[in-house]
């Protein structure tokens, strides 16, 4: 609803004024410039990998709806699989927005097989990849072990909503960078 359209609002102007926000924030920051840097190339690298796990997902589960749709026998499996890949992108409606109307009307047009295969397809294919692809995907190019990535994306989710896609694996690449930092710091009184 108006939280998406609010992150997408300001996304727009994060990816335009960014680097002056980024600019800004390192002035006022306390840490030291090597630490500052790390975090903002991992923030970067993050932010990449969501965008990149996001929408590979979207495609992955499009093209398995399109496949499902079409061996059910739904008229137009592209557009109904190129919608499957819209909707794979919000939470908690997601694909099953789609292949579940999708199936049933196929159901009770009389086709039977189609209907039920159809919503098993959508069920345990098209929306298992949602919850193991996409972490795995961002943990992979966020160099994030997938596990974590996996309850972060999820725990995101279901704190933030949509947002939480991004907040959550945000907050927990700024965690692990911030101990990496303390790491670093304080290794000569850690290693005794």
Same mark, same amino acid.
């Given at each position: 609803g108006i939280g998406f359209v609010i992150?997408?609002? @300001?996304?727009?102007?994060l990816f335009k004024d960014g680097d002056k926000f980024v600019e800004?924030? &390192?002035?006022?920051s306390p840490l030291p410039r090597k630490y500052e840097n790390e975090i903002i190339k991992r923030l970067k690298e993050t932010v990449n990998a969501i965008a990149f796990g996001v929408f590979l997902t979207a495609i992955i589960q499009g093209t398995l709806a399109g496949i499902g749709f079409t061996i059910a026998g739904? @008229?137009? /499996? $592209?557009?109904? *699989?190129?919608? &499957?890949? !819209?909707? @794979? =992108? $919000? /939470?908690?409606v997601g694909t099953a927005a789609i292949w579940f109307p999708a199936a049933i009307i196929t159901f009770a047009l009389g086709n039977y097989v189609g209907g039920v295969f159809l919503f098993l397809w959508g069920m345990f294919i098209v929306g298992t990849v949602d919850n193991l692809v996409r972490p795995y995907l961002i943990g992979t190019k966020a160099h994030i072990? /997938? !596990?974590? &990535?996996?309850f972060v994306v999820l725990g995101g989710l279901w704190t933030f909503g949509?947002? *939480? !896609?991004? $907040? *959550? /694996? =945000? $907050?927990l690449i700024l965690l692990l960078t911030l101990l990496h930092i303390y790491e670093l710091e304080y290794r000569n009184v850690l290693d005794k």
């Open positions: 992150m997408m609002f @300001s996304m727009f102007y800004k924030l &390192t002035i006022l739904v @008229s137009n /499996p $592209i557009f109904w *699989g190129a919608a &499957t890949a !819209l909707f @794979s =992108i $919000i /939470p908690m072990y /997938p !596990l974590l &990535t996996f949509l947002q *939480g !896609l991004i $907040i *959550g /694996p =945000i $907050i």
